[in-house]
């Protein structure tokens, strides 16, 4: 079965950094694209990036382009993302997605993302 664990959520004040983690089993990560994806109680869901299998292509959304570093471990069939310069508003739920097998570059539509982690909290916070 599929399976999608997000770590490494935590409290940071503003302008800080942090790493999550996204460890996979029950496919074929190698071959698989990959995406990152946050929620917030009041806007809803945002997707934030995808990364395709080989790790040679990526994609940010506006929000986080020059902040956010997608990356991929085949070897470990583990996904990445290193957040810097974090602000109030990146507060949310951060979850790990595997797309649709028939969705298209970028994945960045709800539609898209057939699994999800349950998340893990990211909160800015002074």
């Known amino acids: 079965q599929v399976q999608l664990v997000e770590s490494g959520g935590g409290v940071v004040p503003p302008g800080g950094s942090l790493t999550l983690s996204c460890t996979t089993s029950g496919f074929t990560f190698s071959t698989t694209p990959m995406t990152w994806l946050r929620h917030h109680p009041r806007r809803g869901i945002e997707w934030l990036s995808s990364?395709?299998?080989?790790?040679?292509?990526?994609a940010y959304a506006d929000s986080v382009k020059g902040r956010f570093t997608i990356a991929r471990d085949n070897a470990n069939s583990a996904l990445f993302l290193q957040m810097n310069d974090l602000r109030p508003d990146d507060t949310a739920v951060y979850r790990c997605?595997?797309?649709?097998?028939?969705?298209?570059?970028?994945?960045?539509?709800?539609?898209?993302?057939?699994?999800w982690g349950r998340g893990t909290q990211v909160t800015v916070s002074s």
């Open positions: 997605a595997k797309p649709n097998t028939r969705s298209t570059w970028p994945h960045s539509s709800e539609y898209t993302w057939a699994y």
């Open positions: 990364i395709n299998s080989a790790g040679d292509d990526v």
